[in-house]
């Protein structure tokens, strides 16, 4: 059971990781190539790709597909992040998530952690434009199902969009509860989609030039 976990895990990992550079390389093929003079292609492919991309992040966005592991069996459910983000960039964070599992006795999870970002470009300013930037990010929190309690460490790994009030960002996220109750199993997971973030919600920055 834990190698066929194991699988399913490393299967998410890397069709997220890789999907959209194979789409990518797919489309912008030497067999179909797109002429920038070509005014109308421009445009229709353009639109293709936005659209394409809007869907995506609108289902990533309301269904974030999530995998657990507890007391031997394995789970599938939808889960969502609400972040609010304090710093210069909102790098610390403070998450409320709630997960709804298909099955199992207790279908609501709900978890509060809290989260630091480290930023892998190395300048990230203060910005009224959405900057973009490879994140790893480490936290930990409080679980609870209304059944059995316990902690959590957890790491993420994505790319986010962000500014000095917002955080778009796409991920894949693992952690392992350990449960308070020793009578109770631990619960490993697996999520992956968008999670939207505010950031400084009472803090004014000066993002203002110096000329």
């Known amino acids: 059971m834990k190698n066929k976990l194991m699988k399913i895990i490393t299967y998410l ?11 990518s390389q797919n489309y912008f ?7 920038l003079f070509d005014k109308e292609n421009t445009n229709t492919s353009a639109f293709s790709i936005t659209t394409v991309s809007i869907g995506i992040a609108a289902i990533l966005y309301l269904i974030n597909p999530i995998v657990l592991y507890d007391n031997k069996k394995v789970y599938a459910g939808i ?3 609400l972040s609010v983000g304090f710093g210069k960039s909102g790098e610390h964070r403070f998450a409320f998530e709630y997960s709804y599992i298909f099955t199992g006795n207790n279908p609501s999870h709900l978890r509060f952690s809290y989260k630091y970002d480290f930023l892998l470009k190395d300048k990230i300013e203060p910005s009224h434009m959405l900057q973009g930037t490879g994140v790893i990010s480490t936290g930990a929190g409080y ?3 209304f059944n059995k309690t316990g902690f959590f460490p957890e790491l993420t790994f994505g790319y986010s969009l962000r500014n000095h009030k917002l955080l778009i960002f796409p991920n894949v996220k693992i952690r392992h509860t350990f449960m308070i109750n020793k009578n109770a199993t631990d619960i490993t997971d697996i999520s992956f989609g968008i999670i939207l973030g505010f950031a400084n919600p009472f803090t004014e920055v000066n993002i203002k030039r110096n000329y």
């Open 79 to 81: 889960t969502k992040e």
């Open 143 to 145: 679980f609870t199902n």
């Open 13 to 23: 990992i890397l069709i997220l990781l890789i999907s959209g550079n194979i789409y």
């Open 29 to 35: 093929s030497d067999s179909q190539p797109v002429s």
